[in-house]
């Protein structure tokens, strides 16, 4: 393998995908530093940090530490042990974060060498569509985050939202919106509406926000939102983080 720059990690893991399109799924978790937002819900640790956490035997939940940054070859022979060890078992690579097209120069040496062990699925937030351009001919899905200003707490870049999903389309793409107390009529439509002045066929997964291990959205007011967004984009549907309930990565 020629030498290709060495990656700033948080996490790889193997686990179950607990939320969006490819839910239940098995893959391989690539998370990486950093982030261009600072959401008021996001559950996850982006810092970077001088070691990455690693679970060498894939299941097991037991986490070793890697220096960063990370070699390629290093998670090259991780996975080629794991996809020998446990043949079929996993789905695809998650490459996530974070905000991984932080580092879509990198990805863009990265991904070809990983996409030849498994499918390649980008978890964005939608925003960068320059970096998406970069490594779209590497991807096999894109979920990405419309952002709603109500649960992010930030004001939504909709014009971003709109030449992003333009790209991602060129993959399997589906649109995940964070859903809580305050999401508001208004700003749900407006979202709905952008997807589906894209395309009519992207599932859209309305996330309620997970709270104490809870769904933290009232039932009536969750169907409302569904009802609301289906009227003008039938693809709708409503996936909570199951991975929170099982209590798995």
């Not at 939202?161 to 407006?190: G, N, W």
């Not at 009232?218 to 199951?242: D, G, N, Y």
Request: charged share 20%; hydrophobic share 45%; glycine share 4%.
């Amino acid at each position: 393998m020629p030498h290709i720059p060495s990656a700033d990690l948080i996490e790889i893991f193997s686990s179950l995908q607990g939320e969006g399109e490819l839910l239940g799924r098995r893959q391989v978790f690539i998370r990486f530093a950093g982030c261009n937002l600072d959401c008021d819900y996001c559950d996850t640790s982006f810092l970077s940090r001088r070691l990455c956490l690693v679970e060498e035997n894939s299941g097991s939940g037991a986490l070793v530490e890697y220096e960063n940054p990370v070699t390629l070859h290093r998670v090259v022979l991780l996975l080629k042990r794991w996809l020998t060890e446990y043949p079929n078992a996993h789905h695809s690579i998650s490459i996530t974060g974070g905000e991984p097209l932080l580092h879509a120069e990198l990805l863009e040496l990265w991904l070809p060498h990983l996409r030849q062990l498994l499918p390649i699925s980008l978890e964005t937030n939608g925003t960068l569509p320059a970096a998406l351009r970069l490594i779209i001919d590497h991807l096999d899905y894109v979920a990405m985050d419309v952002k709603l200003p109500s649960v992010t707490g930030q004001g939504t870049d909709w014009q971003a939202h709109a030449d992003f999903l333009a790209v991602a389309t060129q993959a399997q793409c589906s649109v995940k919106m964070i859903v809580d107390e305050s999401t508001t009529d208004a700003e749900l439509i407006r979202a709905t509406k952008l997807v589906n002045d894209v395309s009519s066929s992207i599932p859209v997964i309305l996330q309620p926000v997970t709270r104490h291990h809870k769904v933290a959205v009232p039932v009536p007011r969750l169907l409302a939102l569904q009802a609301l967004a289906a009227e003008i984009h039938p693809e709708t549907l409503v996936i909570p983080q199951t991975h929170i309930f099982m209590g798995v990565m």
